[in-house]
């Protein structure tokens, strides 16, 4: 399994941008699609989860209501819409994939996120 995360950048407080995740080789046990983020000296920490199969969400509660995960299956894309970006979700975000939401099989490389205040 190939995950490959793009879309990361700097933006004011307030402001937006869309997550991608390329998906390559995912089979039965790749269900969950998944967001982490992760700040130098703290642990990574769960943002959101789609199945891919039937498409059904999960966020964390610092994020629900101003993020979007979703999935486009014909592109084998995973996507994270942040909207009202705060100071505080500044990280590095990580898109996974995996049988269980909270302990991903697969990993892909970070993409830097920065919100200014």
């Known amino acids: 399994v190939q995950l490959q995360a793009s879309g990361g950048g700097s933006v004011q407080a307030g402001g937006s941008l869309r997550l991608s995740c390329a998906t390559s080789?995912?089979?039965?046990?790749?269900?969950?699609m998944a967001w982490f983020r992760q700040v130098p000296g703290k642990e990574r920490e769960f943002v959101a989860r789609?199945?891919?199969?039937?498409?059904?969400?999960a966020y964390a509660d610092s994020v629900k209501g101003r993020f979007t995960i979703s999935r486009d299956m014909a592109k084998n894309t995973v996507y994270l819409q942040m909207n009202n970006l705060k100071p505080e979700d500044t990280a590095v975000y990580y898109c996974?994939?995996?049988?269980?939401?909270?302990?991903?099989?697969?990993w892909g490389q970070g993409t830097q996120v920065t919100v200014s205040s």
């Open positions: 996974a994939s995996g049988y269980r939401t909270y302990s991903p099989d697969y």
């Open positions: 080789g995912r089979t039965f046990s790749t269900d969950v």
């Open positions: 789609i199945f891919w199969s039937v498409g059904s969400t």
